[in-house]
């Protein structure tokens, strides 16, 4: 399949189902439980979820083990991290494509996003921002590794395949009415419940 940009190639093959195998552990869905417990003490029960770069959904297995009559949905460009959310059954939708590609009519009461807009090509970013305040009815939560300024890092000897940046502070300048309600830091040295180093932000639609 021929995509937009390298990055999509990238996360789309044999890289993408390395990492999808790395990342899925009865431990780490643990500890996006704990991390989950403290988004919906602010957001509420919740109809309908739809995440962005599911990978193999240990995102929305948290959620859905905090809410199980939510309505879960996925998009997921990785075949083999697809499988692994076919397997599991937890959702309603599975959107197997880049997410710069999603289209739908339907929206949700919460869009989300962990860990992927840093690998996103930084062009395409005003495009991901409109993605999730689109479908988006209320809530949209994001979770990544923050930066004041962008900057590029290098990710396990590649060049191009991770930024740092304001994502929050660039998605609410791009949507005024997107207002702050919750955010947060996790540590990888946390005693509890450690995750890999990331700033949350939790923001809701609002009339201004």
Not at 114 to 140: A, C, F, T
Not at 182 to 201: K, Q
Request: glycine share 6%.
């Amino acid at each position: 399949m021929a995509y937009k940009t390298e990055q999509e190639s990238f996360w789309a093959g044999e890289f993408g189902d390395e990492y999808s195998q790395r990342n899925n552990s009865e431990s780490l869905l643990v500890n996006k439980t704990a991390f989950f417990s403290k988004v919906l003490q602010r957001t509420g029960v919740l109809q309908s979820v739809l995440e962005l770069g599911s990978n193999v959904g240990l995102n929305l297995q948290a959620i859905n083990k905090l809410l199980p009559n939510t309505e879960l949905s996925a998009i997921e460009i990785n075949a083999f991290a697809k499988e692994q959310l076919e397997k599991w059954g937890g959702c309603k939708e599975i959107f197997h494509q880049s997410a710069l590609e999603f289209t739908s009519d339907n929206c949700y009461e919460m869009t989300m996003i962990l860990g992927v807009l840093i690998h996103i090509n930084p062009q395409e970013l005003p495009q991901m921002y409109q993605k999730l305040y689109d479908h988006s009815q209320r809530w949209v939560l994001l979770s990544e590794s923050y930066n004041p300024t962008p900057v590029e890092v290098k990710y396990r000897g590649n060049d191009g395949r991770y930024f740092k940046r304001d994502f929050a502070g660039e998605m609410m300048a791009q949507y005024p009415d997107l207002k702050l309600v919750d955010y947060g830091f996790i540590y990888h040295g946390d005693p509890a419940f450690p995750l890999d180093d990331t700033t949350w932000f939790l923001m809701e639609k609002r009339a201004n």
